[in-house]
């Protein structure tokens, strides 16, 4: 008989999207090299898309989960051996490919990065995407040249993943960071995590004028539309602002005053398609300069039968930090 697993798979039927954990065998399993015994997944915002049937699926069905970490059970003819630790974030799992959301997963060698030795597995996944795009962009304000003397570093969408991660790493390189949030209750973890001003979300996701007070030396920005343009428009001569997300919208309502009389660059964050060295480089970053109690305070933990549930709060900016999802509960 051969075994079945479990795995959390989205199908279509009529126009109807259905999100639910099913049971398959690795004959159902992708065409790919390298066979991985999945220990952990993440729940990302693009993972509630999903599951709300929002649309980033591709085809069906589909196994979701953009980020996995496993050990490889059969590694093929590629430079992995059975038994060996990796990551895959990205790369269009949950949208093209099957993901992480499974007990089992086959995947492209090319995906994969080696799970650095100081990380336990479930700490990785607590990083997950939303980590790793954290410090693309600080990684990204430094090689711009921003230095934490220049002056504060502001976070939108504090709260979530990225902006959690973001303010921990930041902070532990001895920037001053303002973290902007909707959600007062959350200030004393924002101030944990290194946070040491806050200012509201509606000050920013109301439309200001093109052209204010400068206040930033730099930004992470995960929200968008106008959150941005006031982001923008708020920014220090010279100053540098990070995009990787979306949370309000995909639009920006900006001038180009910001870019001319103030020198103001735009750095655009992927982490979908990031070259296998770039991430390296991240996870390497992310082993040395990430706060494992911070880390810790930051993430739960949770069945992969509460996804369901999890999806539509995600979505709706109810969750807090990092999920951690174990796909063996």
Not at 30 to 35: A, I, N, R, S
Not at 179 to 201: K, M, N, P, V
Not at 204 to 211: D, K, N, T, V, Y
């Amino acid at each position: 008989m051969t075994d079945k697993f479990n795995a959390f798979m989205m199908t279509e039927s009529d126009g109807i999207k259905k999100a639910s954990l099913t049971q398959l065998t690795e004959a159902d399993l992708p065409d790919q090299e390298v066979l991985i015994k999945i220990s952990y997944s993440g729940l990302n915002y693009k993972d509630g898309l999903a599951i709300c049937g929002k649309g980033i699926a591709r085809h069906f069905p589909m196994v979701g989960g953009i980020d996995l970490v496993g050990s490889v059970i059969d590694g093929g003819q590629t430079e992995y051996a059975a038994g060996d630790k990796v990551i895959v974030n990205g790369w269009g799992l949950s949208e093209v490919h099957w993901g992480g959301f499974s007990q089992k997963q086959r995947v492209n060698p090319d995906w994969l990065v080696r799970m650095p030795s100081g990380f336990a597995q479930q700490e990785t996944m607590a990083i997950g995407t939303a980590g790793y795009t954290a410090m693309l962009c600080v990684l990204a304000l430094q090689e711009q040249g921003v230095r934490p003397e220049d002056g504060e570093i502001l976070v939108t969408g504090a709260a979530g993943g990225v902006g959690s991660v973001a303010i921990s790493l930041l902070s532990s390189l001895g920037y001053q960071v303002a973290a902007s949030t909707g959600r007062q209750e959350t200030h004393d973890y924002l101030r944990f995590l290194g946070a040491t001003d806050f200012i509201s979300r509606n000050e920013l996701s109301e439309a200001g004028r093109p052209f204010q007070k400068e206040r930033w030396a730099g930004a992470v920005d995960t929200v968008g539309t106008t959150t941005l343009a006031n982001v923008l428009s708020q920014t220090q001569y010279g100053g540098v602002v990070t995009c990787c997300g979306l949370a309000g919208g995909a639009d920006l309502p900006a001038s180009v005053l910001p870019f001319i009389l103030r020198n103001v660059h735009l750095i655009g964050v992927d982490s979908v398609m990031a070259s296998k060295e770039r991430r390296q480089q991240a996870w390497d970053r992310l082993e040395s300069d990430l706060d494992r109690e911070k880390l810790a305070e930051m993430t739960t933990v949770e069945p992969m039968s509460a996804l369901p549930q999890l999806g539509p709060k995600i979505v709706e900016g109810k969750i807090r930090g990092r999920v951690v999802i174990d796909v063996n509960r």
